[in-house]
T-cell receptor, first 115, second 115 residues
Framework: SAVISQKPSRDICQRGTSLTIQCQVD?????MFWYRQQPGQSLTLIAT?????????ESGFVIDKFPISRPNLTFSTLTVSNMSPEDSSIYLCSVEILAGTNEQYFGPGTRLTVT | AQSVTQLDSQVPVFEEAPVELRCNYS??????LFWYVQYPNQGLQLLLKYLSGSTLVKGINGFEAEFNKSQTSFHLRKPSVHISDTAEYFC?????????????FGSGTQLTVLP
């Protein structure tokens, strides 16, 4: 398993601003993922972040809106840019522990409210 | 597109009663299967997984699940639930998509254990 922390745990932001969410893992991992969980919904994958390469975005998500950094094997950031109330969600990062299986461990999430 | 179906959005059950949460998936290829639990205001915790081997897998907190390839199901069971099992449960399936594995989540089942 892995211990994953996220900062901030929650935030309330005004529309038009940006928020950067940090994800820290206690061990080196190749694959990191960012998900969005809208209120009362399941998880939707935003992008896959591999160290040393550009993030791979899922359909419906673009780099300009959700830029991602992955500077090393234990850390990643997700920025939610030019926020609107529709961006109010829980944002979760996860890591793949067993290579090739997609067995993922999740951080505690960042609860974002946009007013 | 691959899909995961959790047939029950809400399951109320009395304390110490047995429970089964249903999960079906669509796939003609090999898959890895997971159940996650999400307690209120927390991230996702891995309950159990099927990667290979025995089709009956045991997880944490007394839960178990059985992989049935012919019925493409991976139902979660517990013989006697506790109040503390009240949470949202997500079934997830890892498919091979091109050269990568994609983790797809079901819509979730809210388990409520009543005293």
């Amino acid at each position: 398993s892995a211990v994953i922390s996220q900062k901030p745990s929650r935030d309330i932001c005004q529309r038009g601003t940006s928020l950067t969410i940090q994800c820290q893992v206690d061990s080196q991992v190749t694959m990191m993922f960012w998900y969005r969980q809208q209120p009362g919904q399941s998880l939707t994958l935003i992008a896959t972040a591999n160290q040393g390469s550009e993030a791979t975005y899922e359909s419906g998500f673009v780099i300009d809106k959700f830029p991602i950094s992955r500077p090393n094997l234990t850390f990643s950031t997700l920025t939610v840019s030019n926020m609107s109330p529709e961006d109010s969600s829980i944002y979760l990062c996860s890591v793949e522990i067993l290579a090739g299986t997609n067995e993922q461990y999740f951080g505690p999430g960042t609860r974002l409210t946009v007013t | 597109a691959q899909s995961v179906t959790q047939l029950d959005s809400q399951v109320p059950v009395f304390e110490e009663a047995p429970v089964e949460l249903r999960c079906n998936y669509s796939s003609s290829v090999s898959v890895y299967l997971f159940w996650y639990v999400q307690y209120p205001n927390q991230g996702l915790q891995l309950l159990l997984k099927y990667l290979s081997g025995s089709t009956l897998v045991k997880g944490i907190n007394g839960f178990e699940a059985e992989f049935n390839k012919s019925q493409t199901s991976f139902h979660l069971r517990k013989p006697s639930v506790h109040i503390s099992d009240t949470a949202e449960y997500f079934c997830a399936v890892s498919y091979v998509s091109g050269s990568a594995r994609q983790l797809t989540f079901g819509s979730g089942t809210q388990l409520t254990v009543l005293p």
